[in-house]
């Protein structure tokens, strides 16, 4: 079974992937593959087989031929791997994911379309797209009540419990996680989760940081360094920080007294599952609905939330973090949330899909070409321009080829089955395109691999470039 993800603004897609994995394994070989570059840590972790693929904003190729590729890369994988089953875990099936379906009908397509979406444009093809489908499973959500966005309307999903990868039975204890991380066994900690980047966030990620000066002793977990693009330093001067890289860090979650997170799918269905008491500051970027999730975790008193448009309230907040007697509040509030098995629900229901007979569905190219149709309508007059402005670029290419990015290097693809995490982030970060290859794969396979790269790439691919 390949379980393919989109490259979302956090991990929630990839996440979700790999709790389904966790069950999987026990009856089926899941194959990962996905658009994040966080994958490079599953293959050490899971010992699973997974694959990299490039996501269209990498800009190794050009726009127009990224769908051909993804819908090669996919199909060439079902034949590798003899796959039953094909899900895609992201908010938009993108049309090479339904264009590997109509070249292998054979293979069951599962949607896995989170719910609690803002109303955003993407909510005009529903319809279209839930027809391509096999199956559509949305994942429970705690705040699922205080969903009234296009998908809460929607009856052709199958639901399930959340999906997390904390499981209270296979999380480590307070003590081995505390000297995984290499912290105090005594004091206490408190895991941010926030992220830098524009402006607005790294302010954030200070707001919060400030809000917890003053606590005594404290240990502040980050996993990434609190720097902006610059290098500059966005936390105040008096903490104890610690960075640390760790996956899945649901499994340490009982190291920690506190965090502070955004309030996205993975971070409400591991910290408050985990009974961590916890200040959410929502991220208004994306499809996400995490200002209503947050509010909803708010006004039923399972977590604190920030106002994300004003620091000041995001500081207060997070300072209401050390009192002990708030913390304890939070905790057993979230001993009282459902259990958040999703992911053993989803993957019976996978078998469920994959062991059923295959019924033909003639009417498919029909919607296919109505998909297309209705997204080309809904996008209205500029969109129609942009069509006549695409066919007369192709044209301006056969004289002016594709050059791509000055952050691409203009060589030959690295060709690498590396299963190690730090060979493979560097790979995936790297100036050179990486074409990621699953472990243990036939000779036919990689030749394959070769041929739809040279055409992704208009340019000779060689054997010399890889790496295995």
């Known amino acids: 079974m390949i379980l393919a993800t989109s490259n979302g603004i956090g991990m929630g897609h990839l996440t979700r992937a790999c709790a389904i994995t966790e069950s999987l394994k026990e009856f089926a070989e899941p194959i990962i593959v996905s658009m994040a570059g966080g994958i490079a840590e599953i293959p050490g972790f899971m010992d699973v087989r997974c694959e990299y693929i490039p996501g269209r904003d990498r800009g190794w190729m050009r726009r127009d031929a990224w769908d051909i590729y993804l819908k090669e890369r996919l199909v060439a994988l079902i034949d590798e791997t003899g796959a039953k089953l094909l899900s895609f875990d992201g908010v938009v099936p993108y049309p090479g994911v339904i264009a590997a379906k109509m070249a292998r009908p054979e293979i069951k397509l599962v949607w896995v379309r989170r719910g ?4 955003k444009p ?12 096999d199956t559509i499973i949305e994942p429970g959500d705690f705040a699922r009540s205080y969903d009234y966005g296009p998908t809460s309307r929607r009856k052709e999903a199958v639901g399930s419990a959340p999906i997390s990868m904390f499981q209270n039975r296979t999380a480590l204890s307070r003590e081995e996680a505390r000297k995984i991380l290499g912290l105090d066994p005594v004091r206490p900690a408190v895991l941010v989760q926030l992220g830098t980047g524009e402006g607005d966030v790294n302010e954030k990620m200070t707001a919060a940081l400030s809000g917890l000066l003053g606590w005594k002793d404290l240990q502040v977990v980050l996993t990434k360094k609190p720097v902006d693009a610059n290098g500059k330093d966005l936390a105040p001067a008096g903490l104890d920080i610690k960075v ?3 996956f899945p860090l649901a499994r340490l979650l009982k190291a920690f007294d506190a965090s502070i997170c955004a309030a996205g799918y993975n971070g409400i269905h591991e910290l408050l599952a985990a009974k961590i008491p ?10 996400d609905d995490q200002e209503m999730r947050a509010r909803w975790c708010a006004d039923y008193g399972y977590s604190l939330v920030a106002d994300q448009a004003d620091l000041e309230d995001i500081e207060a907040m997070v300072k209401k973090l050390q009192s002990s007697e708030s913390r304890q509040e939070l905790t057993e509030k979230c001993a009282q949330l459902p259990d958040v098995s999703g992911g053993e629900e989803v993957a019976k229901i996978f078998l469920a899909l994959a062991s059923a007979p295959t019924l033909k569905r003639p009417t498919r190219v029909i919607h296919y070409s109505r998909l297309v149709a209705q997204l080309h309508i809904n996008r209205g007059s500029r969109h129609l321009l942009y069509l006549v402005y695409r066919q007369l670029a192709r044209i301006y ?3 002016k080829p594709y050059q791509p990015p000055p952050s691409v290097a ?3 693809p690295i060709f690498s089955d590396s299963r190690d995490s730090e060979e493979l982030r560097s790979l995936i970060r790297g100036e050179a395109r990486f074409e990621h290859l699953i472990s243990g794969s036939s000779h036919d396979y990689k030749e394959r691999r070769i041929a739809i790269a040279k055409k992704a790439y208009e340019f000779a691919v060689t054997e010399d470039a890889s790496r295995e």
């Open 244 to 246: 640390v890289r760790y």
């Open 397 to 399: 290419q056969i004289f």
């Open 278 to 287: 916890t200040v959410f500051v929502p991220n208004i970027r994306g499809t």
């Open 410 to 412: 203009n060589v030959p």
């Open 116 to 119: 609690l979406w803002q109303k």
């Open 122 to 133: 993407q909510r005009f093809v529903l319809g279209l797209q839930s027809k391509m489908m």
